[in-house]
């Protein structure tokens, strides 16, 4: 298992193997961390032997470290179409970005996956196909909301200095040179 060089000064005190740390792990938030960590750990590795593929990736660790603190994992059916959805609930409550929309414990994700394999309706809650996570809680579409409105504002700005009446002497403008 790859494990962060904790000698680089630009990562932060971070311990956990790399590709199953969670999001509070990966920012260094070590008072954060604690047994959501366990579960988000868990989702990477039943994300991987259900996918083949691990949830989060990048060309070095740091770049690992930022897809897990930020990005959203693709949904694993989208890479195994033959995961029923249920399980694919399990995983992604799993892999959540917020400790506490994560499983509160090991028992109660052992008692989601008992469900599935008892043929029971699991607690996670399933996505409809064309489903996905809701914009609002996007932070990508935050940033994009806020830049439009700088934007907004910045071009009312203009508008409102080209509209400002010229010619009328103002409070700070100069008098006119008298030969």
């Given at each position: 298992a790859l494990r962060l060089d904790l000698s680089d000064p630009n990562t932060k005190r971070v311990l956990g193997t790399l590709f199953y740390m969670s999001p509070e792990q990966a920012r260094g938030a070590a008072q954060e961390v604690g047994p959501a960590a366990d579960i988000c750990g868990a989702g990477a590795v039943l994300y991987l032997?259900?996918?083949g593929k691990r949830p989060f990736s990048g060309e070095n660790p740091i770049e690992v470290r930022k897809s897990i603190a930020v990005r959203p994992c693709a949904a694993p059916r989208s890479l195994n179409p033959k995961i029923p959805k249920s399980?694919?609930?399990v995983v992604v409550k799993c892999l959540q970005k917020e400790p506490a929309?994560?499983?509160?414990s090991a028992k109660e994700l052992a008692d989601d996956l008992q469900r599935y394999l008892d043929g029971q309706p699991v607690l996670a809650p399933v996505l409809r196909e064309g489903d996905s996570a809701p914009l609002w809680k996007d932070r990508r579409a935050w940033i994009a909301v806020?830049?439009?409105v700088l934007l907004l504002a910045g071009l009312l700005l203009v508008k409102w200095?080209?509209?400002r009446p010229t010619g009328e002497k103002g409070r700070y403008d100069l008098?006119?040179?008298t030969r």
């Open positions: 032997l259900l996918t399980l694919e609930a929309a994560r499983y509160v806020a830049a439009g200095v080209m509209s008098p006119e040179e």
